[in-house]
């Protein structure tokens, strides 16, 4: 099974931007698509964003929609979080995992027994 080592969360004030990285295990290019999920404290995971191995498309969540953009680097089996304009809001910790793009906003993930440590991210008011 892949295994994600989530990294470059930290504190940022309302505004700010972050940009996150996953490092898979293996190529990821054998499943579906790719997922940056979120969860944010007493709540359940939720898809942000997800990347179709398909054919590149990415799909995001309305609340992250025009400030986040997630990109991939192949040749690193690395994936990206590009995260700007950021809000109090998306205040969770974040990880990466397999999904199918139709099903992500849920937070469905397959491949992996469970998630991984994941990064945090904190938004300061």
């Known amino acids: 099974q892949v295994k994600f080592v989530e990294s470059g969360g930290g504190l940022v004030q309302a505004g700010g931007s972050l940009r996150l990285s996953c490092a898979a295990s293996r190529s990821t290019l054998n499943y579906y698509g790719v997922g940056w999920f979120r969860q944010a404290p007493g709540k359940e995971h939720e898809g942000v964003s997800c990347i179709s191995n398909g054919d590149s498309s990415t799909f995001y969540t309305s609340s992250v929609a025009g400030r986040f953009t997630m990109s991939r680097d192949d040749s690193k089996n690395t994936l990206y979080l590009q995260m700007n304009s950021l809000k109090p809001e998306d205040t969770a910790v974040y990880y990466c995992?397999?999904?199918?793009?139709?099903?992500?906003?849920?937070?469905?993930?397959?491949?992996?027994?469970?998630w991984g440590k994941g990064t945090l991210v904190t938004v300061s008011s």
């Open positions: 995992a397999p999904t199918i793009c139709r099903e992500y906003a849920t937070g469905y993930y397959y491949g992996m027994d469970h």
